[in-house]
């Protein structure tokens, strides 16, 4: 896989972390092409382009939060639902679920990180690279990232 050709996907709705991991990506590929999706909605959308690489956050608005437009309901595995529609759509992009919550909610549904790690490599196999917990206050997510992306990168995975 070329670096030069290289496309990521972040699929981000708060901003702070949107630019954090969006710099740090271009760090480790400095030739990639970073787009940036905002909601599952732009996501569906986005994920159909050339991409080589995903790293989607777990907790989406519905949609694109705009001016009078507050983004629809908040969906806690908003994530995994994008990961179902690549499956349904044959779309075979390697991801890194890239979460800052330990512990993710949607209505009566809860799931911890590491029941999150289990659920997604048991249903997306050929998709989900790793899960990493985000933390503004550690580079460990840095470190993580970076040996994924080293590995599809090398093609070592």
Known sequence: MSVISFHV??????????????????????????????????????IQQ????????????SYDVGPGEPGGQAQGFAGQRLLHFMRDFDLRVPTIVLTQFEVLNEGSQQMD????????????????RGVVYYSSASDEWRERVRKIVSALISGVE
């Open 9 to 46: 996907l972040l699929v981000e709705d708060d901003g702070f972390k949107q630019a954090m991991v969006a710099e740090e990506l271009q760090k480790m590929l400095p030739e990639a092409s970073v787009r940036i999706a905002s909601s599952l909605s732009s996501a569906r959308i986005e």
């Open 50 to 61: 050339s991409t080589d690489l995903l790293v989607l956050d777990m907790s989406l608005p």
């Open 113 to 128: 990180l590491e029941g999150l790690r289990e659920t997604l490599s048991r249903e997306f196999p050929d998709l989900v």
